[in-house]
């Protein structure tokens, strides 16, 4: 792919992000394909939502600095919301797919979670600093080794098999769960274990991925989708997550972000009766 298309669909994704603030959804048309579609993240939106017209809708449903303010009909200070988008293009340029998922704000969590996610342990990353630091220059070599440790990880997510982590970690990684906060996991060890209780109730049996890396920075970015079963509850899940890694100047991960969707046994014990059905 050309740096000529590239820089093109890096500024088409700049432009829909900005539209939660501009609020000029009419500039959805040349950005996006009249099928568009974004996916649900089972927490602030519980259903797809097709075609541009729909996509418009819920724009501008949005307050227009991009974040929910009101609470109880009081103005509150904005939310600060991290999230991590994934945009699949058309042929001829257009956004064709997005899968966007978010923390929720201030107002959401009032109205929506049982007990609001406590995001204090995770660092307020900045835009403007996090492309950096950078450790080598973009060659095919770093590029295929920053891929070849994305799809490890993928890996021990798609097997179970701790034990690969040893290859591509960090000694001290830190796993920031992005959606449902608490104190992140610190320590290779303390990732493995975790793995390895997931997998006591946790049975995929369809798992697929996507895998980008900037190779003249430290990251990496995971797209996953998984089918299974939940094995102490019976339940069938299908649901997805997004990552980003960020490796060390040894080009071992040295922090992991993540998103999923929520699991459906976990989803009474996270929203309110009402929230769980809601569209928005």
């Not at 929910?68 to 699949?88: H, Q, V, W």
């Not at 295929?144 to 034990?163: I, M, P, Q, T, Y």
């Not at 990552?243 to 998103?259: A, C, D, H, R, S």
């Amino acid at each position: 792919m050309s740096s000529d298309n590239v820089s093109t669909m890096l500024s088409t994704t700049q432009q829909i992000e900005n539209i939660f603030v501009s609020q000029r959804v009419e500039d959805l048309d040349t950005l996006a394909s009249g099928k568009v579609t974004l996916h649900k993240d089972s927490i602030t939106l519980n259903a797809d939502i097709q075609g541009i017209d729909n996509l418009k809708k819920y724009y501008q449903a949005e307050p227009k600095d991009g974040v929910f303010t009101k609470l109880d009909d009081k103005e509150t200070a904005p939310s600060r919301c991290l999230s991590i988008f994934m945009y699949t293009f058309n042929s001829d340029g257009k956004v064709n797919d997005i899968k966007f998922l978010r923390q929720p704000s201030k107002d959401e969590m009032a109205r929506k979670f049982v007990k609001s996610p406590d995001y204090s342990s995770i660092p307020k990353f900045d835009r403007a600093e996090f492309s950096a630091p950078k450790y080598w220059e973009p060659s095919a070599e770093n590029t295929k080794k920053l891929h070849a440790a994305a799809a490890a990880f993928n890996e021990v997510w798609k097997s179970g098999d701790a034990s690969i982590a040893d290859k591509i970690l960090d000694k001290d990684v830190t796993d920031y769960n992005l959606m449902f906060g608490g104190e992140p996991k610190t320590g290779a060890e303390e990732f493995k274990k975790m793995i390895t209780g997931v997998f006591k109730i946790w049975s995929p049996d369809q798992v697929k991925c996507s895998i980008a890396v900037t190779s003249d920075s430290n990251k990496a970015f995971i797209y996953w989708a998984s089918h299974g079963e939940q094995t102490d509850t019976h339940q069938e899940n299908h649901f997805y997550g997004l990552n980003l890694l960020i490796f060390n100047e040894k080009g071992l991960v040295k922090e992991i972000l993540g998103f999923r969707q929520p699991l459906a046994s976990e989803r009474p014990q996270l929203l309110k009766a009402d929230a769980q059905t809601a569209m928005t």
